[in-house]
């Protein structure tokens, strides 16, 4: 070809040969349980245990309801259970609306390592869906949950500013993961793998500006259902890019203003990003709980019925402008209010789901006490961290500084506060058998030859 030939196709998708998405795709393909660590393992069971629990909690809330009545009226298939509920639907249907209801209440993980990524809500139920077809044992389920995890935090990564655009991304990386994960368990070889990829980035959606809506939550069932189409369609000899993720035209350099190609593949397969997975002990955007924990140490030391005269509270410039909402009306928008939520942790010395309820916005005691805190933004606090001062009446004044937030990785939640939460999820919707018995069944998860028991459980 002569160079005013080649020049012709120097434009658009033309092919860059840097083979990324290839190479994760081969990652991908070659990935056993075996490569993956005794902390990773364990992070991946306490990830499935957490998220069944807050998919259990979801699907009492009323937009869980709408999904499924609206998916039940299109729906021609009883292929998946529904999570809490008696019927079944279509593996893309029940995928989706499981993967909703994991993210309804914002009390899903939360992976923070230079992403702020809800994982587990559109891989799990893309998991969960396809092994209700297909034998699937613990281990290729822990292991392609891991892997899930590597695609939606590394591509994040390498579209640094994918985020700041206004992209949701438990909605479009977790499209990406869901589709890994489910290549990972159908055993689909590199270059079906690489296609799986090129299907889900097409389909990566969600935006920020649905938050406190019930389209928020939406994102994360189209993700897993998209996600699982994705790899479905790959493993029958569909195709797209194989340089998805990277090329000219690719998703890093369209979703993001900026791009860090070598993310994805920097240290691949020495250390499991899974392991730096959050677990929320508070019902809300985790950019908001470092605020929590301050402010719920304040009430503490304030004691029961104190009477406030100021409160000033430093976060995170992130806090204040992924949590807008001034006065918030519903229980969804509550979740993205910094002052509702600083005001309510003070009084209640809790953040709950039920301190994120359409009643707890009806109350007046706390718009009174939001309307006392003053809010400012410390550029030298980290995510995790908030400092919180309260001046009473009286003159006592108080002060406390989180430097690690309850349940992020420098702060983890224990075991049993793990367990505890999963079971105040569970019983209600369950009862205290089936919860007991799930969570057996997920402690021997590596044991497991068939997890397709864990939906029938939890339905």
Request: with cysteine; hydrophobic share 45%.
């Amino acid at each position: 070809m002569t160079d005013q030939g080649r020049a012709t196709v120097d434009y658009g998708a033309a092919p860059l040969g840097l083979g990324l998405t290839r190479q994760f795709a081969a990652f991908v393909a070659d990935a056993g349980y075996d490569d993956l660590c005794e902390e990773a393992r364990k992070a991946a069971r306490r990830g499935v245990l957490d998220w069944i629990g807050c998919a259990l909690a979801g699907s009492r809330h009323a937009t869980a309801h709408t999904l499924i009545r609206t998916l039940a009226a299109l729906n021609s298939s009883e292929a998946a259970p529904v999570l809490g509920h008696t019927l079944r639907m279509g593996l893309l249907e029940a995928s989706m609306a499981n993967g909703q209801m994991g993210h309804i209440l914002d009390f899903d993980d939360t992976h923070m390592g230079g992403v702020i990524l809800h994982a587990s809500s559109p891989i799990l139920p893309a998991l969960l869906a396809v092994a209700q077809t297909r034998k699937i044992t613990g281990r290729q389920l822990m292991i392609a949950y891991a892997l899930g995890f590597e695609a939606g935090v590394r591509v994040g990564r390498a579209a640094p500013l994918h985020h700041p655009g206004g992209w949701h991304l438990t909605g479009t990386l977790g499209t990406i993961a869901a589709a890994v994960a489910v290549a990972s368990v159908l055993g689909l070889d590199a270059a079906r793998t690489t296609n799986a990829i090129a299907l889900a980035a097409t389909q990566a959606a969600g935006m920020q500006q649905n938050r406190g809506t019930m389209a928020k939550s939406f994102h994360a069932g189209k993700a897993a259902s998209n996600g699982l189409l994705a790899a479905l369609l790959a493993e029958n000899g569909y195709d797209g890019s194989d340089e998805v993720l990277e090329g000219k035209r690719g998703f890093c350099r369209i979703y993001s203003a900026e791009t860090d190609e070598a993310a994805l593949l920097d240290q691949l397969g020495s250390h499991w990003e899974i392991v730096r997975n959050g677990h929320k002990p508070y019902a809300c955007g985790v950019v908001l709980h470092p605020a929590i924990d301050a402010m719920i140490a304040l009430g503490n030391q304030a004691g029961e019925g104190a009477s406030v005269r100021r409160i000033e509270l430093q976060v995170n410039p992130a806090a204040i402008s992924i949590t807008g909402v001034a006065n918030p009306r519903s229980g969804l928008k509550s979740k993205f209010s910094l002052t509702y939520t600083a005001a309510v942790s003070f009084l209640d010395r809790a953040a709950g789901v039920d301190q994120f309820s359409d009643a707890g916005t009806a109350r007046q005691d706390v718009p009174a006490l939001a309307s006392l805190i003053e809010v400012t933004a410390q550029e030298e606090l980290a995510r995790d961290q908030a400092s919180a001062t309260v001046w009473l009446a009286g003159g006592e004044r108080f002060t406390h500084r989180v430097e690690h937030a309850s349940g992020t990785a420098d702060n983890p939640l224990s075991d049993a506060a793990l367990h505890a939460k999963f079971t105040a999820n569970a019983v209600p919707v369950i009862g205290a058998e089936a919860a007991a018995r799930l969570s057996d069944a997920i402690g021997r998860l590596d044991q497991m030859q068939d997890v397709a028991e864990l939906a029938r459980i939890a339905a």
